[in-house]
Structure formats: C-alpha cells, structure tokens
C-alpha cells in the first residue's frame, strides 16, 4: 500500500465546475496535510495546507480533512482553464527533531471551455 | 522576499561523473530538503537538513549526499552518475522542520540529463 495515494486522473471538468480532488493515507500518526499545484516544466506551488479535522477554506479553495478516514480532499470552485495542472497531495509526519513530507504521485486536473 | 533559488537550472553530464547541486533558501529559513522528480516515480524525498544537521533522509543509494552551511544553504551531491539519476531535483526550505503551519515552499529545480 502506497503511503500518501491518489488517482492519477485526468479529472476532466467544465469551466465554472467544482473539481474534487481525493487523497488518501496510510500512517495514522500523519500531522499536516499539504496541497501543491504543478504546472507542467514547473515546480510545486503551495495551495493550501490543513491540521485539524473539517474544512479550510481559501478563497475558491477548500481542503478538507477527516483524520479517522485517513482521507483528505481539495474543492475548487468556479473552476478556470488556468487551473489546469497537476495536483500533488503531501502529507507530513514529524517524530522527535525529524519530520517527513511524502507526496501521492498527483491528479492531473483539465478544466475544459 | 527572494524565493528558493536552484542553481543551475540545467545540467547535461555522462555516467560516472559527478554533479553538485546548489540551493539558497528563503531568507530566514533553517530548515532545507531535497526531493528527486521522476515521471514514473513523483516526488521522491532524499533528505532535510536543519541547523547544518541531516535530520532525515529518504531511500537513496550513498552515492547521494548533501550538506548545509551556516548561512543555511545547502547542495547536494550525486557521484557516480547512472542514467537512472536523471530527474528533476527539487530543493524546498521551510523555517524550521515542524511542518504543522510552516509549509514547504519549492524553487524552480535542477533538471539533471544523464547522457
């Protein structure tokens, strides 16, 4: 089993859509979890980052978080062409001084006119 | 405020060589780690430095290694280059390695070919 997954897509959306994005994770003591855009030939770009069971919101992006399932999601609202990228799901765990990110492989998101 | 820089951008090197890798981090950053990016295997961690010490380090051959210097840049170095190394390397810097609000940011990466 995969430590962070997620389905490798492509999510093919309308623009103006909502794009739900799935995360799932095995180790239960998994602290933070981390959304990142990558856009292709580019690095990582922070979206959003969750703690604490429920929701996040950030403008047209909301994370949400249920550590009992061990899954966590992205919402976009309104969604545009220009959100059309990869979307890596990270998920960090700290013991003692050391601390851990692992990425899921990605889900390619198209956001068609 | 400066963002992560890499440098080089790009490089081209043969099998058997070496390479060295440089990362500045956001100023006021401690904490530094390096992910390797491949198509078929995402983004692999290779290690993190805090405070000039390797604090935690991924599944990599020896051949991969790293150091961080009091000014808190750090590189990383590859000997023995194999065709399967080439990859993009990414560099991220955090203020310290306790993530619970401090994310990661991303420079822009190495892209290393093995020829």
């Known amino acids: 089993q995969k430590e962070v997954e997620q389905n490798s897509g492509p999510l093919s959306v309308p623009e103006g859509a909502i794009a739900s994005l799935n995360c799932t994770y095995s180790?239960?003591?998994?602290?933070?979890f981390f959304w990142y855009r990558q856009y292709s030939g580019k690095s990582p770009e922070l979206i959003m980052f969750?703690?604490?069971?429920g929701d996040k919101e950030d403008g047209r992006f909301t994370a949400q978080l249920n550590k009992a399932s061990q899954y966590v999601s992205l919402l976009i609202r309104d969604s545009q062409p220009s959100d059309s990228a990869t979307y890596l799901c990270?998920?960090?765990?700290?013991?003692?001084?050391?601390?851990?990110?692992?990425f899921g492989t990605g889900t390619r998101l198209q956001v068609t006119l | 405020k400066a963002g992560v820089t890499q440098t080089p951008r790009y490089l081209i090197k043969t099998r058997g060589q070496q390479v060295t890798l440089s990362c500045s981090p956001i100023?006021?950053?401690?904490?530094v780690s390096w992910y390797q990016q491949t198509p078929g295997q995402g983004l692999q961690f290779l290690f993190e430095?805090?405070?000039?010490?390797?604090?935690n380090k991924g599944n990599f051959p020896g051949r991969f290694s790293g150091r961080q210097f009091s000014n808190s840049r750090s590189e990383m170095n590859v000997s023995t280059l194999e065709l399967g190394d080439s990859a993009l390397y990414l560099c991220?810097?955090?203020?310290?390695?306790?993530?619970?609000?401090?994310?990661?940011?991303f420079g822009d990466g190495t892209r290393l070919s093995i020829l």
């Open positions: 991220a810097s955090s203020p310290t390695f306790d993530r619970g609000n401090q994310p990661q940011h």
């Open positions: 180790d239960r003591g998994s602290q933070s």
């Open positions: 969750i703690y604490s069971n």
């Open positions: 990270a998920v960090n765990k700290r013991t003692g001084t050391a601390s851990k990110l692992t």
């Open positions: 100023s006021g950053h401690r904490s």
């Open positions: 430095y805090f405070s000039e010490t390797q604090r």
